[in-house]
């Protein structure tokens, strides 16, 4: 059995993956309240309030670690620009989804917080399959996790976008360590 850390912190070259904290709250509602951040994602409400990220704060605090670890993509002298995350689905499938603040986009930030990610999931969650998926609207995060080693399926489902009202076709993939 795989002892998971409670609050895993994960330091890449220019960032740090740790546990969203109630610090955070005031960043995430400021980038979540972009339309084009909460689009791009099937959980996240549009408008976007402080509530919602003050919820969203307090429930990444109640995970069960040994099924869901939520990290708080923090860039040192500035704070969170992101958050990333793995699911255990109900099919018992491990799944990541991710968003970055929009100030920064294109810089490299989501591809490497996607690939530490899954070197943790690999190394300490002895995880070795990890599927996502990107909207195909959404060239941009496709180019993301294909940099960070997921491959297509060729499968498209259509998931729920919270923020668009309709479900979206959504491209599927999978990691496999």
């Known amino acids: 059995m ?5 609050r895993p912190v994960i330091e890449t ?7 969203p904290a109630k610090a955070d709250v005031d960043r995430v509602a400021a980038f979540c309240v ?8 099937t959980r996240m409400p549009a408008p976007y309030t402080r509530g919602h990220a003050e919820d969203f704060v307090a ?11 939520t990290f708080a993509i923090e860039l040192a002298d500035e704070g969170l ?14 799944e990541l989804g991710y968003w970055i603040g929009r100030p920064y986009w294109g810089r490299g930030y989501a591809t490497e917080a ?16 990890v599927v996502a998926g990107h ?6 995060s496709g180019r993301v996790l294909v940099k960070a080693g997921f491959l297509y399926t060729g499968v498209v489902e259509h998931k729920p976008s919270i923020a668009r009202g309709e479900p979206a076709a959504t491209r599927m993939m999978v990691w496999l360590a």
């Open 2 to 6: 795989c002892v998971i850390e409670e």
């Open 13 to 19: 070259q220019r960032l740090t993956l740790r546990a």
């Open 34 to 41: 972009d339309h084009d951040v909460a689009r791009m994602t």
């Open 59 to 69: 429930r990444c605090g109640t995970q069960d670690r040994a099924r869901d670890n």
């Open 81 to 94: 620009i992101g958050v990333i995350g793995l699911f255990t689905t109900p099919e018992d499938r491990v």
């Open 114 to 129: 996607t690939r530490s990610a899954l070197e943790w999931a690999r190394s300490a969650w002895r995880k070795r399959y």
């Open 135 to 140: 909207f195909a609207d959404n060239e941009a």
